[in-house]
């Protein structure tokens, strides 16, 4: 028998040896109460305190216009969105390796959620999981009608059975390594962009 | 009984404090500012004891179904085409993942924060073996660099000052020593770090959670570290320590509403990321880690210490650590949570680590899943005391104490003699920084002039007047 299954046998005899006495049960998680109103404004305001910015865009051109406002000196623009073409398709990346040289990623978030104002991601979204990472700046599309009120809500709506990797993300990469002073950008995206832009119905 | 030296936290804590103005008082305001951030972010939650009582539970629920949960986790995660290992402890971890990197041919390695592999002492043991281990969460690299551990779970290397930063990279990474803003030296880091992520071979995390319904383990930071070395390099290794489990996916929001407020005062970390399987073209293993675990569930005193999130709220709150500064506990775990932690490592090594502590109980009210841990303190000072680890100094004084309680008109001579001792006692003398740093900023409240007992002998006879009469 290999090592590790030996020791998986003795680390799983020793804690049925020392499991403590009493058996205790799963709590049940009750439903919380929500302050009513509308989900949207509580999801910008969260974002800001975390670094990030939402913007309200009324179609795909004044979505490119935005980008553009954004991030005057891109020179690659890779896309995940059918939206914004970008002047990189993700689905053209073999290896993310050859995303180190992005200075904006595009891509859509399936939801977001108010608490934290934080969207998700997944590697279905990102097509390439490093394309969140590598790329200098971000640029997120949200549907304003997909937004949860709360961690409890976003975790019933994401399905971890059906992808390798998803993200709950709040805003740009933060630190505050050096004497407790906020700092954006430490190793992942330096910004982060939400625009406003609705699913097209196909 | 280890051969190891007794780490004396009180004599290290001192050094702390009597290093300059300007560190220890640093560091206790910062982890304070942190700490009121955590208080107002809890109580703009109404359910917040509610979601720390039901996260208590589910914790209790999961240990004490701890061997089901992890069969059920292995089974999915395998199914979902992670590899899983299991190790007995720290030199099996390190010998599991030096092997599947001596598999792939991996020189170099990029890695996240881990607690875990820090207690393994993974990444001495893997440089000797000629592989370059390389931190990427700041902090860490900050740590690593000056060739220091991190001194707190969440903030490793909060106890230095800009200045500090800036000198430990002029002298690795040749930056400008007398540029000590907080966004240069960031940025600084940010380009050192990116080429390395780039030709690593492996990317290392650690686990917040690992989810048994899905086999998912999940991954919380700040800066987006963990994702890039998950997500560049071909292969991924996670070290998970078995007490990371819960059972379901519905359970983690309960957890990461918890989490990032308990730590750093925020709704969540920028990243909460969810590794289920390997990514696409990736490989992916999962190092499941028992390193002393398993007895501890077996100790009635202190198995509730597994409950632990590392989420260092303990830490940020105790009075103690806020000055000592996290290395003074000379352990991987400092501060409440190392206090009980430790000596299930080495009780002789880690003896005087219950008596640095004030048993003010501010870590039990705070911790988000309720671990007695100022409870399990005092218990594991009685341990100490039957073991006859009781530090020396605490010796000496607790029989000196005995013989005089022993002997009260001895009691009353030294508690009058005492009085007029501090009185002719010259300031410098009481206040004196090096003799005892821990009164810099503290005064001696004003003495009364009567003592407790002529108070009692004096109004004694009084009440007993007024009961007689009645």
Redesign the interface.
Known sequence: MP???I??E???S???????Q??????R??G??RPAGPLKPVFEQ?LQ???AAAHDVGSVAEAEAKLVALHPGAKVICSAVPEIAGTRRVETVH???EL?DVDVGVVRAQFGVA????VWLT?EDLV???L???SQHLIVLLDPSEIVP???A???R?R??E???????????????????L?H?????RSLNVFFLPLRSA | MSNAKRVDPAAAAELFIIRDQVHEPMHDRFLWATMQRRDKEAAAIPEWEELREIASKIKEHTLTHLDHYLEEFEANATKRGAHVHWALDAAEHNDVVHSILQDHGVKELIKSKSMLQEECGMTPYLEHRGIKVIESDLGERIQQLDGQPPSHIVFPAIHKTRQDVAQVFARTIGTDPHNDDPHFLTEAMRNNARPRFLVAGAGMTGCNFAIAETGTFMVCTNEGNADIGASVPPLHIASIGIEKLIPRVEDMGVFLRLLSRSAVGTPLTQYSSHFTGPRKGGELHIVLVDNGRSRRLGMPDFWHSLKCIRCGACMNTCPVYRRSGGLAYGATYSGPIGVILDPTFDEFKYSELPFHSTLCGSCSEVCPVKIDISDQILKWRRVMAKKGYLPLAKRLSFAVAGHVFGHPEEYHVIEKAAEPALDYAPHFLVYNRSLNPWARDRELPQLTKQTFREWYLANRSKHANVQNQS
């Open positions: 090592t590790s299954k020791s998986r003795t680390i799983l020793a804690i049925r040896n020392n499991l403590p009493r058996q205790l049960e799963h709590p998680i009750p919380f109460q969260r305190e975390a670094g290896d993310p390796h180190a608490e934290g104002g934080a590697q390439v999981d490093a969140a990472f590598l709360d961690m409890h976003a975790y019933r994401v971890l059975n992808t390798a990797y998803g993200c709950f993300m709040m805003g740009p990469s933060a630190t505050a390594d050096v004497e407790a002073t700092v950008g430490a190793q992942g995206a």
